[in-house]
Each structure stands twice: as structure tokens, then as C-alpha cells.
């Protein structure tokens, strides 16, 4: 059923997820053999040959002739399986590269800013230095690479920053490759150098971190060990602070959001459709301050502590108001509109339904203040509100992600500030929509008779 739904936000009659991805060869090379030429022709046929395989399958299932698995060779198997293996990664590596992709696609918005070329590359600097130290401590493979990966993406910011657009999308999908390469061969390496380790030991070469000084040396290899305490750094330096921000707007509760701020925005309809009553000297910065009443929406939702509905409607009031800046900023589609709150409308009803059913549930254990844990009893209702929340954050399975791109697009050149305040909603609406997640059913249990792990363990 997941993947029903997939396909059906997704606007696909088939969508092949999982395991089940090495049939995109399979399926592919059916409807070209088969239709010859005619692709209609070849989907039918292969439709139908799926068909007469389920049956198959169910009839040998019933009949239990599995044991005539022994009779296949095993490099088959393995052959379909490194297939599969590779198209899985070649997949998650490449959404490693999602913020350089972000990049490339918006960089007609930043290009001419020099502050934003200047951080992003001063960003990408940082990354590749700090992943490269951490990648030189890890004790196993594929920590290695993966880090690795994300100093090769440092080095992509800077060459985006520098305008290198062109060898930024070279060294993308020449890292994407590399790393699926190594991940595959990872298993077959690790075997080898323990082998060359007990048969032909070498002393450890020399490096260039032994040229430092002893205390240097160490401080830098326990900060790496530590990540350099990255996420204590954004923590104290970011999320604290826009923590904090969003408490202090204590006035957008549920009473005021219906007094205050669902008439503004009925004003702002009305605006909209009657452009010839807004003041000359206001109409240029009308999307700008519907964008900024945006970002408080979701301020607000990242800073409750009390109520989950309360944080819901908030982010939901935050995709309302960001369409409502956008068709000030320039003639929006409808259509593109549409396509947008397709997917924010259904995931905000069944988020409210699922929020719904969990006070009922559980009045006394109903906050964001602490973790609850409500996974352990609430299976189905934790996966609901996850969806839920995957929906109302624009993920890419969902409708709302490609109205986001296409509520992006409508963004020209000069309008720096506002594709900044609407990014910025974008960006915290998703942290703020898995914080509600996370804090409800994720952790430990609020009851003491349900298992809980030591940290030792």
C-alpha cells in the first residue's frame, strides 16, 4: 500500500522501489523487445506477462518446488543481486548530493550576490577540511567513505561559488560513481588488508600530521573523533536561538490565529484579485511581508513546547501564506498552485486526524515538551503522522515537493530576499514537522513497563 500511495502522489502508474529495482532493466528491455518500436504495444505485453508470472508463482508457492532454487548457479544470483546493489546506491549517493543540486538549480537567484558566493564558499571550505580530518579517524570502511563523500561535496560549494557550474556537475557524477564503486568493493578491500596485515606488515608511513607538534596532533585527532562537536555548535548557534525566537511570538496561538491572522490573509485574497485599491509605494513589498508572516508561522511551530495542534496549523498556515506571497511577487498558475497544495491539504487532514486520535489515546502524554515514545503502542499511527509529515515537508515522493520547485521558479534574479525568507520557511518547516514527530513517538516510553535500552548497550 506505501507504494500505491507513492505512485500516486508521484503522478506514475508504476513506481519499482526496494529490492524490486533491478526489474527497471528487466521491465525496460521487455517493452522495447516486445513492442518493437511500438511502446504502447510493449507495455501491454509485458503487463501481461507480469500477470502470468504472479500466477506462476502463486502455483508454485502452493506446489513448494522452492527447493529448486539449489539448481540455479550462485553467480547468477549474485549477478542480479550486484545489479540490484548498484542501482540502490547509485540512488542514495546520489541524494548525498541533494544541497549541491539545490545549488545549481537556484543559482540564477544568488549568482550576482557576492555575500552568498563568498559564505557558500567559505562553507564549502570548512566542509571539505572538517570531513576530511573525520573521515581519517574512522575505524571502518564505509564511515571512511562516506565521509570522504562529503569533502568531495565541499569542494563542490566552492566550485559552484567560484561559477564553476559546468565541473560542478562533472565532479557530481564523478563522485557519485566513484562512491558506489567503493562501497561495493568495500567488503572485498577490508578482507584484503587484514590479510596483507598478518602476511606483509608495514610500519605506518609517515604523515603530515606527524610534522605538528604532539599537542596539536592529538587536540585535532579528539576533535575529530568527536565530529568536532558540530551538532552542539549548531545546536548553541542556530536552532537555540531560532528556538527561543519562536517562543518569544507568544501571541500566535489558536485564538489569535483566527482573530488576527486568518482576517489578514482573507485582506490579502482580496488584495490579490483587486490589485487597483493596493498603494503604488506598498505593492512592491507585499510578497516580501506575506513571506515574512510566513516565517513567524514557522518560528512559532519550531518553538512550541505545549501544543501539537497548535504546531501543525502553524506550519500549515505557513504554506498558505508563502502562495500568497508568491502570487504578489508575480502572476502565479493556478494550476502550479494546485499541483502545491495537493499535497499540503491531505497530509495536514490526515496529520490532524492522527493528532486527534493520539489525545484521545493519551490526554496526559499529549506535548512537545518531552519524547514520548507512542511508537511502541501506536504502530499504525506513528507511521500515518510520519507520512504525514513527509507530505507537509515536501518530500520528494510527495506533490508538495514539486510545487515547491515550482513555486521556486516564479522567483526572479532580483528577488534575493524573498527567496531567502521563503527558503527559510521551507527549511524549518521540515525540521519543525519531524521535531512533532520525534518528540510524539520516538524514544523511550513515557511508561515504565516498556523496555528501555541501557546507553552502555
Request: aromatic share 14%; hydrophobic share 55%; glycine share 6%.
Amino acid at each position: 500500500m506505501w507504494w500505491f500511495g507513492c505512485a500516486f502522489f508521484a503522478g506514475s502508474a508504476l513506481t519499482i522501489k526496494g529490492p524490486a529495482a533491478g526489474l527497471i532493466v528487466i521491465v525496460a528491455g521487455s517493452v522495447e523487445a516486445l513492442g518493437k518500436g511500438d511502446a504502447i504495444l510493449g507495455w501491454q505485453l509485458t503487463l501481461g506477462i507480469v500477470v502470468i508470472a504472479g500466477i506462476l508463482q502463486v502455483i508454485f508457492g502452493l506446489l513448494k518446488v522452492a527447493s529448486l532454487a539449489n539448481f540455479f548457479p550462485l553467480s547468477a544470483v549474485h549477478g542480479m543481486l550486484a545489479a540490484i546493489g548498484i542501482i540502490i546506491m547509485s540512488k542514495q549517493i546520489l541524494s548525498v548530493h541533494f544541497g549541491v543540486f539545490l545549488l545549481l538549480r537556484t543559482y540564477p537567484l544568488w549568482h550576482e550576490q557576492i555575500l552568498a558566493r563568498v559564505s557558500i564558499g567559505v562553507l564549502g571550505l570548512l566542509t571539505a577540511i572538517i570531513a576530511t580530518l573525520i573521515s581519517r579517524v574512522q575505524s571502518s570502511v564505509k564511515p571512511q567513505i562516506a565521509y570522504a563523500s562529503i569533502a568531495q561535496i565541499g569542494l563542490m560549494f566552492i566550485e559552484v561559488a567560484l561559477g564553476l557550474e559546468t565541473l560542478a556537475l562533472i565532479h557530481f557524477a564523478g563522485n557519485a560513481f566513484l562512491r558506489t564503486y567503493q562501497l561495493l568493493i568495500s567488503p572485498s578491500i577490508a578482507s584484503y588488508r587484514i590479510r596483507e596485515q598478518l602476511y606483509n606488515y608495514t610500519p605506518r608511513p609517515h604523515t603530515l600530521e606527524d610534522s605538528l607538534p604532539r599537542r596539536i596532533e592529538n587536540s585535532v585527532y579528539i576533535l575529530s573523533l568527536k565530529e568536532w562537536n558540530i551538532d552542539k555548535f549548531l545546536n548553541k548557534l542556530i536552532f537555540s536561538p531560532l528556538k527561543k525566537l519562536g517562543q518569544r511570538i507568544a501571541f500566535a496561538n489558536l485564538v489569535n490565529l483566527f482573530i488576527l491572522f486568518v482576517p489578514t490573509y482573507l485582506i490579502g485574497l482580496f488584495l490579490l484579485f483587486n490589485k487597483n485599491y493596493i498603494p503604488y509605494f506598498i505593492a512592491p513589498h507585499l510578497s516580501e511581508f506575506f513571506a515574512f508572516l510566513a516565517l513567524l508561522m514557522i518560528l512559532r511551530a519550531f518553538g512550541e513546547r505545549k501544543s501539537p495542534k497548535l504546531a501543525w496549523t502553524l506550519v500549515l498556515l505557513n504554506h498558505f501564506w508563502i502562495v500568497l506571497a508568491v502570487n504578489f511577487n508575480e502572476n502565479f498558475d493556478l494550476n502550479h498552485t494546485l499541483i502545491f497544495m495537493s499535497g499540503i491539504l491531505p497530509a495536514s487532514i490526515l496529520g490532524y486526524i492522527v493528532l486527534y486520535l493520539l489525545a484521545k489515546k493519551e490526554p496526559d502524554n499529549f506535548s512537545l515538551n518531552q519524547y514520548y515514545g507512542h511508537s511502541f503502542e501506536y504502530k499504525n499511527l506513528s507511521v500515518l503522522f510520519l507520512l504525514s509529515c513527509l507530505g507537509l515537508m515536501g518530500f520528494p515522493i510527495t506533490a508538495s515537493f514539486i510545487g515547491e520547485d515550482l513555486i521556486l521558479s516564479h522567483i526572479h534574479d532580483a528577488d534575493f530576499l524573498l527567496a531567502f525568507l521563503m527558503s527559510l520557511s521551507f527549511i524549518m518547516g521540515g525540521i519543525a514537522s519531524i521535531r512533532m514527530y520525534a518528540r510524539l513517538f520516538l524514544g523511550p516510553h513515557i511508561k515504565t513497563y516498556h523496555a528501555v535500552p541501557f546507553k552502555n548497550s
